[in-house]
Nanobody, 123 residues
Framework: QLQLVESGGGLVQPGGSLRLSCAASGSTLDYYNIGWFRQAPGKEREGVICISSSDSSMYYDDSAKGRFTIARDNAKRMVYLQMNRVKPEDTAVYYC????????????????WGQGTQVTVSS
C-alpha cells in the first residue's frame, strides 16, 4: 500500500520561496498521479496542482499559476512542490495525494493521502 509523507513546510516571508516534498513508500510511484491540496484555516481543502504519471502538470488554483511548479522523481519516489513569490494567502496545511486514475481536483478521487505539512507566510 502506498504511503505518503510531506515535508518542507515552515515559516516563510512574503515573496520568499519554499519547496515541499512528498515522499512515497510501500509501492512504486510510477503509475500514480500526484496532487497537492491545501487547507487554509476555516476553509475547505482545495486542489492546487497535480502532476500526472506521464509528467504533465495541471493547475487547479489560478493563483498558483506562474508561482508554483510541480516535479516528480520516480526513481527516488519523490514529488516536489516549488512555491515561489509566496503570499500570506498561501498559508495552509499542504497535502499530497495519489490517484491511480488521473489528475483531478476532486479529493474523493485520490486513494492515498499524506498527513500534511504546515506552510505559514508571514513577515
Amino acid at each position: 500500500q502506498l504511503q505518503l509523507v510531506e515535508s518542507g513546510g515552515g515559516l516563510v516571508q512574503p515573496g520568499g520561496s519554499l519547496r515541499l516534498s512528498c515522499a512515497a513508500s510501500g509501492s512504486t510511484l510510477d503509475y500514480y498521479n500526484i496532487g497537492w491540496f491545501r487547507q487554509a484555516p476555516g476553509k475547505e481543502r482545495e486542489g492546487v496542482i497535480c502532476i500526472s504519471s506521464s509528467d504533465s502538470s495541471m493547475y487547479y488554483d489560478d493563483s498558483a499559476k506562474g508561482r508554483f511548479t510541480i516535479a516528480r522523481d520516480n526513481a527516488k519516489r519523490m514529488v516536489y512542490l516549488q512555491m515561489n513569490r509566496v503570499k500570506p494567502e498561501d498559508t495552509a496545511v499542504y497535502y499530497c495525494a495519489a490517484n491511480p486514475a488521473g489528475c483531478s481536483s476532486r479529493e474523493y478521487e485520490y486513494d492515498y493521502w499524506g498527513q500534511g505539512t504546515q506552510v505559514t507566510v508571514s513577515s
